[in-house]
Protein backbone atom coordinates (compact mmCIF):
# COMPACT_ATOMS: atom_id res chain seq x y z
CA UNK A 1 0.00 0.00 0.00
CA UNK A 2 1.51 3.46 -0.84
CA UNK A 3 -0.33 6.70 -0.19
CA UNK A 4 1.40 10.21 -1.05
CA UNK A 5 -0.44 12.97 0.03
CA UNK A 6 -0.13 16.44 -2.12
CA UNK A 7 -1.08 20.17 -2.23
CA UNK A 8 -0.52 21.62 1.32
CA UNK A 9 1.05 24.77 2.31
CA UNK A 10 0.42 28.18 3.83
CA UNK A 11 -3.27 29.78 3.68
CA UNK A 12 -4.80 33.13 5.55
CA UNK A 13 -7.64 32.18 7.18
CA UNK A 14 -10.77 32.07 5.58
CA UNK A 15 -9.00 30.79 2.55
CA UNK A 16 -8.72 27.35 0.32
CA UNK A 17 -7.03 24.50 -0.18
CA UNK A 18 -7.00 21.25 -2.18
CA UNK A 19 -5.37 18.09 -0.75
CA UNK A 20 -4.84 15.09 -2.90
CA UNK A 21 -3.89 11.77 -2.48
CA UNK A 22 -2.24 9.00 -5.14
CA UNK A 23 -2.93 5.72 -3.68
CA UNK A 24 -1.95 2.33 -5.06
CA UNK A 25 -0.97 -1.33 -4.08
CA UNK A 26 -4.42 -2.18 -3.70
CA UNK A 27 -7.85 -2.43 -5.32
CA UNK A 28 -8.51 1.52 -4.65
CA UNK A 29 -12.49 1.42 -5.78
CA UNK A 30 -12.96 -1.53 -3.24
CA UNK A 31 -12.31 0.26 0.16
CA UNK A 32 -13.24 3.36 1.99
CA UNK A 33 -10.41 6.43 2.34
CA UNK A 34 -9.92 9.13 4.55
CA UNK A 35 -8.26 11.53 5.83
CA UNK A 36 -6.41 12.49 9.43
CA UNK A 37 -4.71 15.05 10.70
CA UNK A 38 -1.45 15.75 13.59
CA UNK A 39 -1.53 19.05 15.07
CA UNK A 40 1.89 19.85 16.34
CA UNK A 41 2.15 18.32 19.81
CA UNK A 42 -1.11 16.43 19.59
CA UNK A 43 -2.01 13.38 18.74
CA UNK A 44 -3.75 11.82 15.63
CA UNK A 45 -6.96 13.29 14.94
CA UNK A 46 -9.63 11.61 12.27
CA UNK A 47 -10.93 14.30 9.65
CA UNK A 48 -13.37 12.31 7.51
CA UNK A 49 -13.23 9.57 4.97
CA UNK A 50 -15.33 8.38 1.87
CA UNK A 51 -16.61 4.83 1.32
CA UNK A 52 -16.22 2.43 -1.60
CA UNK A 53 -20.13 3.45 -2.77
CA UNK A 54 -19.34 7.43 -2.25
CA UNK A 55 -20.78 7.75 1.22
CA UNK A 56 -19.06 9.90 3.08
CA UNK A 57 -18.38 11.02 6.70
CA UNK A 58 -17.06 14.25 7.91
CA UNK A 59 -15.72 15.11 12.39
CA UNK A 60 -17.93 17.68 13.59
CA UNK A 61 -15.76 20.12 13.56
CA UNK A 62 -14.98 20.29 9.54
CA UNK A 63 -18.65 19.53 8.54
CA UNK A 64 -19.66 22.34 6.03
CA UNK A 65 -16.25 23.63 5.33
CA UNK A 66 -14.48 20.22 4.26
CA UNK A 67 -15.46 17.71 1.15
CA UNK A 68 -13.65 14.56 0.34
CA UNK A 69 -14.22 13.46 -3.12
CA UNK A 70 -12.79 10.33 -4.53
CA UNK A 71 -12.20 9.23 -8.54
CA UNK A 72 -11.75 5.40 -8.80
CA UNK A 73 -10.32 5.87 -12.11
CA UNK A 74 -7.42 7.83 -11.42
CA UNK A 75 -7.15 6.10 -7.66
CA UNK A 76 -7.18 9.68 -6.10
CA UNK A 77 -8.67 11.08 -3.38
CA UNK A 78 -9.31 14.85 -2.45
CA UNK A 79 -10.18 16.98 0.52
CA UNK A 80 -11.31 20.34 -0.43
CA UNK A 81 -10.63 22.34 2.37
CA UNK A 82 -12.79 26.10 2.69
CA UNK A 83 -12.78 28.80 5.27
CA UNK A 84 -9.85 27.42 6.86
CA UNK A 85 -8.94 28.57 10.24
CA UNK A 86 -5.82 28.64 12.25
CA UNK A 87 -7.01 25.47 14.47
CA UNK A 88 -6.57 23.70 10.68
CA UNK A 89 -3.04 24.02 11.36
CA UNK A 90 -1.47 20.14 11.06
CA UNK A 91 -0.19 17.28 9.15
CA UNK A 92 -2.70 16.05 6.98
CA UNK A 93 -2.82 12.36 6.13
CA UNK A 94 -4.47 9.71 3.71
CA UNK A 95 -5.22 6.68 5.98
CA UNK A 96 -6.81 3.43 4.86
CA UNK A 97 -7.13 0.33 6.61
CA UNK A 98 -5.93 -2.26 4.76
CA UNK A 99 -5.66 -6.00 5.91
CA UNK A 100 -6.41 -5.17 8.97
CA UNK A 101 -3.60 -2.49 9.59
CA UNK A 102 -4.28 0.88 8.98
CA UNK A 103 -1.99 2.84 6.30
CA UNK A 104 -0.75 6.59 6.54
CA UNK A 105 1.14 8.38 3.53
CA UNK A 106 3.78 10.59 4.38
CA UNK A 107 1.31 13.59 5.02
CA UNK A 108 1.55 17.22 3.84
CA UNK A 109 1.77 20.54 6.32
CA UNK A 110 -1.10 22.92 6.06
CA UNK A 111 -0.07 26.26 8.09
CA UNK A 112 -2.87 29.18 8.73
CA UNK A 113 -1.52 31.61 10.74
CA UNK A 114 -3.30 33.54 13.10
Known amino acids: VQLVESGGGLVQPGGSLRLSCAASGFAFSNYAIGWARQGTGKGLEWVCH???????YYEDYVKGRFTISRDNAKNMVYLQMNSLKPENTAVYYC?????????YGQGTQITVPS
Open 95 to 103: AIDYANKDH
Open 50 to 56: IFADGTT
